[in-house]
T-cell receptor
Framework: SQTIHQWPATLVQPVGSPLSLECTVE??????LYWYRQAAGRGLQLLFY??????ISSEVPQNLSASRPQDRQFILSSKKLLLSDSGFYLC?????????????FGPGTRLTVL | KQEVTQIPAALSVPEGENLVLNCSFT??????LQWFRQDPGKGLTSLLL?????REQTSGRLNASLDKSSGRSTLYIAASQPGDSATYLC??????????FGGGTRVLVKP
Protein backbone atom coordinates (compact mmCIF):
# COMPACT_ATOMS: atom_id res chain seq x y z
CA SER A 1 0.00 0.00 0.00
CA GLN A 2 1.03 3.59 -0.53
CA THR A 3 2.23 5.89 2.23
CA ILE A 4 3.09 9.56 2.22
CA HIS A 5 5.41 11.11 4.78
CA GLN A 6 6.09 14.72 5.66
CA TRP A 7 8.62 16.20 8.04
CA PRO A 8 9.03 17.96 10.21
CA ALA A 9 5.56 17.88 11.75
CA THR A 10 5.97 21.32 13.30
CA LEU A 11 8.48 24.09 12.76
CA VAL A 12 9.03 27.52 14.29
CA GLN A 13 11.39 29.73 12.35
CA PRO A 14 12.47 33.38 12.56
CA VAL A 15 11.76 35.81 9.74
CA GLY A 16 14.56 35.76 7.19
CA SER A 17 15.67 32.20 7.92
CA PRO A 18 15.71 29.46 5.25
CA LEU A 19 13.16 26.67 4.97
CA SER A 20 13.20 23.10 3.76
CA LEU A 21 10.17 20.82 4.04
CA GLU A 22 10.33 17.30 2.74
CA CYS A 23 7.71 14.93 1.41
CA THR A 24 8.25 11.33 0.35
CA VAL A 25 5.86 8.76 -1.06
CA GLU A 26 6.23 5.00 -0.76
CA UNK A 27 4.57 2.21 -2.66
CA UNK A 28 4.02 3.86 -6.02
CA UNK A 29 6.06 5.00 -9.00
CA UNK A 30 5.99 8.22 -10.99
CA UNK A 31 3.28 9.87 -8.93
CA UNK A 32 2.02 13.39 -9.45
CA LEU A 33 3.09 15.41 -6.42
CA TYR A 34 1.57 18.56 -4.96
CA TRP A 35 2.32 21.16 -2.30
CA TYR A 36 -0.59 23.02 -0.75
CA ARG A 37 -0.77 25.68 1.93
CA GLN A 38 -3.66 26.16 4.33
CA ALA A 39 -3.44 29.52 6.05
CA ALA A 40 -5.54 30.39 9.08
CA GLY A 41 -9.07 31.29 8.01
CA ARG A 42 -8.38 30.51 4.37
CA GLY A 43 -8.91 27.55 2.10
CA LEU A 44 -6.36 25.17 0.70
CA GLN A 45 -4.17 26.81 -1.92
CA LEU A 46 -2.16 24.84 -4.46
CA LEU A 47 1.44 26.10 -4.49
CA PHE A 48 3.32 23.68 -6.76
CA TYR A 49 2.75 20.44 -8.59
CA UNK A 50 5.05 18.04 -10.37
CA UNK A 51 4.42 15.33 -12.93
CA UNK A 52 7.99 14.00 -12.92
CA UNK A 53 11.57 14.45 -11.75
CA UNK A 54 12.71 18.02 -12.27
CA UNK A 55 9.30 19.09 -13.60
CA ILE A 56 7.75 21.75 -11.39
CA SER A 57 4.78 24.01 -12.07
CA SER A 58 4.21 27.02 -9.86
CA GLU A 59 0.67 28.15 -9.25
CA VAL A 60 1.21 31.42 -7.42
CA PRO A 61 4.08 33.90 -7.33
CA GLN A 62 5.60 33.78 -3.90
CA ASN A 63 8.61 33.48 -1.69
CA LEU A 64 8.77 29.70 -2.03
CA SER A 65 10.25 27.20 -4.46
CA ALA A 66 9.89 23.46 -4.98
CA SER A 67 12.16 20.73 -6.27
CA ARG A 68 11.77 17.07 -7.12
CA PRO A 69 15.23 15.50 -7.00
CA GLN A 70 13.91 11.91 -6.99
CA ASP A 71 10.77 10.24 -8.30
CA ARG A 72 9.07 10.05 -4.91
CA GLN A 73 10.61 13.04 -3.15
CA PHE A 74 9.22 16.57 -3.19
CA ILE A 75 10.88 19.44 -1.36
CA LEU A 76 9.51 22.88 -0.53
CA SER A 77 12.09 25.58 0.13
CA SER A 78 12.60 29.22 0.86
CA LYS A 79 15.78 31.27 1.11
CA LYS A 80 14.25 33.87 3.45
CA LEU A 81 10.98 33.29 5.26
CA LEU A 82 8.34 35.99 5.62
CA LEU A 83 5.68 36.27 8.31
CA SER A 84 3.08 35.55 5.64
CA ASP A 85 4.65 32.14 5.00
CA SER A 86 3.14 30.84 8.25
CA GLY A 87 0.57 28.13 7.70
CA PHE A 88 -0.13 24.44 7.43
CA TYR A 89 1.71 22.84 4.50
CA LEU A 90 0.32 19.71 2.96
CA CYS A 91 1.91 17.41 0.43
CA UNK A 92 -0.25 15.17 -1.72
CA UNK A 93 0.18 12.58 -4.44
CA UNK A 94 -1.97 11.09 -7.14
CA UNK A 95 -1.63 8.54 -9.91
CA UNK A 96 -0.56 10.42 -12.99
CA UNK A 97 -2.27 10.83 -16.30
CA UNK A 98 -5.93 10.16 -15.65
CA UNK A 99 -8.99 12.16 -14.75
CA UNK A 100 -10.10 9.59 -12.22
CA UNK A 101 -7.29 9.92 -9.74
CA UNK A 102 -7.88 10.71 -6.12
CA UNK A 103 -5.37 12.90 -4.32
CA UNK A 104 -3.91 11.46 -1.12
CA PHE A 105 -2.61 13.82 1.49
CA GLY A 106 0.21 13.63 3.98
CA PRO A 107 -0.07 14.56 7.67
CA GLY A 108 1.12 18.13 7.10
CA THR A 109 3.74 20.49 8.55
CA ARG A 110 2.69 23.35 10.79
CA LEU A 111 5.03 26.30 10.09
CA THR A 112 5.11 29.34 12.33
CA VAL A 113 7.28 32.27 11.29
CA LEU A 114 8.03 34.71 14.10
CA LYS B 1 -11.38 30.91 -13.01
CA GLN B 2 -13.01 28.12 -11.02
CA GLU B 3 -14.41 29.12 -7.63
CA VAL B 4 -15.74 26.66 -5.07
CA THR B 5 -18.01 27.72 -2.24
CA GLN B 6 -19.19 25.75 0.77
CA ILE B 7 -22.15 26.84 2.83
CA PRO B 8 -22.56 26.89 5.75
CA ALA B 9 -19.08 27.56 7.09
CA ALA B 10 -20.00 25.85 10.35
CA LEU B 11 -22.75 23.50 11.46
CA SER B 12 -23.73 22.08 14.84
CA VAL B 13 -26.21 19.22 15.18
CA PRO B 14 -27.29 16.78 17.90
CA GLU B 15 -26.14 13.20 17.59
CA GLY B 16 -28.36 11.09 15.35
CA GLU B 17 -29.45 13.90 13.10
CA ASN B 18 -28.64 13.72 9.38
CA LEU B 19 -26.02 16.14 8.05
CA VAL B 20 -26.36 17.98 4.75
CA LEU B 21 -23.29 19.80 3.45
CA ASN B 22 -23.37 21.91 0.31
CA CYS B 23 -20.74 22.69 -2.28
CA SER B 24 -21.11 24.88 -5.36
CA PHE B 25 -18.70 25.58 -8.20
CA THR B 26 -18.74 28.18 -10.94
CA UNK B 27 -17.35 26.28 -13.96
CA UNK B 28 -19.15 23.06 -14.87
CA UNK B 29 -16.24 21.80 -17.03
CA UNK B 30 -14.90 19.46 -14.37
CA UNK B 31 -13.45 15.96 -14.44
CA UNK B 32 -14.54 15.01 -10.95
CA LEU B 33 -15.51 16.30 -7.53
CA GLN B 34 -14.03 15.01 -4.32
CA TRP B 35 -15.12 15.26 -0.70
CA PHE B 36 -12.49 15.23 2.05
CA ARG B 37 -12.51 15.17 5.81
CA GLN B 38 -9.95 17.07 7.88
CA ASP B 39 -9.50 16.62 11.62
CA PRO B 40 -7.87 19.51 13.54
CA GLY B 41 -4.16 19.76 12.81
CA LYS B 42 -4.24 16.78 10.48
CA GLY B 43 -4.06 16.10 6.78
CA LEU B 44 -7.01 15.43 4.50
CA THR B 45 -8.72 12.06 4.15
CA SER B 46 -10.58 11.35 0.94
CA LEU B 47 -14.20 10.33 1.54
CA LEU B 48 -15.84 10.12 -1.87
CA LEU B 49 -14.94 10.91 -5.46
CA UNK B 50 -17.66 11.48 -8.06
CA UNK B 51 -16.75 11.42 -11.72
CA UNK B 52 -18.29 14.09 -13.94
CA UNK B 53 -20.43 11.42 -15.63
CA UNK B 54 -21.85 10.18 -12.31
CA ARG B 55 -24.78 11.50 -10.31
CA GLU B 56 -23.85 10.11 -6.90
CA GLN B 57 -21.52 7.96 -4.85
CA THR B 58 -22.15 6.13 -1.61
CA SER B 59 -19.92 4.78 1.11
CA GLY B 60 -21.53 3.52 4.29
CA ARG B 61 -23.42 6.39 5.92
CA LEU B 62 -22.07 8.85 3.36
CA ASN B 63 -23.76 9.77 0.12
CA ALA B 64 -22.61 12.47 -2.26
CA SER B 65 -24.57 13.78 -5.20
CA LEU B 66 -23.38 15.80 -8.17
CA ASP B 67 -25.39 18.07 -10.45
CA LYS B 68 -22.74 19.29 -12.86
CA SER B 69 -25.04 21.47 -14.95
CA SER B 70 -26.08 23.54 -11.94
CA GLY B 71 -22.61 23.42 -10.35
CA ARG B 72 -23.66 21.76 -7.12
CA SER B 73 -22.76 18.83 -4.93
CA THR B 74 -24.24 17.72 -1.65
CA LEU B 75 -22.73 15.43 0.96
CA TYR B 76 -25.21 13.60 3.17
CA ILE B 77 -24.10 11.93 6.37
CA ALA B 78 -26.81 9.77 7.88
CA ALA B 79 -27.33 9.33 11.62
CA SER B 80 -24.46 11.57 12.65
CA GLN B 81 -22.12 10.57 15.46
CA PRO B 82 -19.72 12.62 17.61
CA GLY B 83 -16.87 11.01 15.66
CA ASP B 84 -18.16 12.76 12.53
CA SER B 85 -17.06 16.09 14.00
CA ALA B 86 -14.47 17.51 11.61
CA THR B 87 -14.09 19.96 8.75
CA TYR B 88 -15.41 18.73 5.43
CA LEU B 89 -13.90 20.06 2.22
CA CYS B 90 -15.04 19.66 -1.33
CA UNK B 91 -12.73 20.05 -4.30
CA UNK B 92 -13.25 20.00 -8.06
CA UNK B 93 -10.76 18.84 -10.60
CA UNK B 94 -10.54 20.54 -13.96
CA UNK B 95 -7.86 20.46 -16.64
CA UNK B 96 -4.24 20.21 -15.53
CA UNK B 97 -4.49 17.77 -12.62
CA UNK B 98 -5.32 20.60 -10.25
CA UNK B 99 -7.88 20.60 -7.49
CA UNK B 100 -9.72 23.76 -6.48
CA PHE B 101 -10.95 23.60 -2.90
CA GLY B 102 -13.85 25.18 -1.12
CA GLY B 103 -13.35 26.85 2.24
CA GLY B 104 -14.83 23.90 4.13
CA THR B 105 -17.69 23.32 6.52
CA ARG B 106 -16.78 22.80 10.17
CA VAL B 107 -19.14 20.23 11.69
CA LEU B 108 -19.78 19.63 15.38
CA VAL B 109 -21.96 16.69 16.40
CA LYS B 110 -23.06 17.03 20.01
CA PRO B 111 -23.58 13.86 22.08
Amino acid sequence: SQTIHQWPATLVQPVGSPLSLECTVEGTSNPNLYWYRQAAGRGLQLLFYSVGIGQISSEVPQNLSASRPQDRQFILSSKKLLLSDSGFYLCAWSVGGTSTDTQYFGPGTRLTVL
Amino acid sequence: KQEVTQIPAALSVPEGENLVLNCSFTDSAIYNLQWFRQDPGKGLTSLLLIQSSQREQTSGRLNASLDKSSGRSTLYIAASQPGDSATYLCAVKAAGNKLTFGGGTRVLVKP
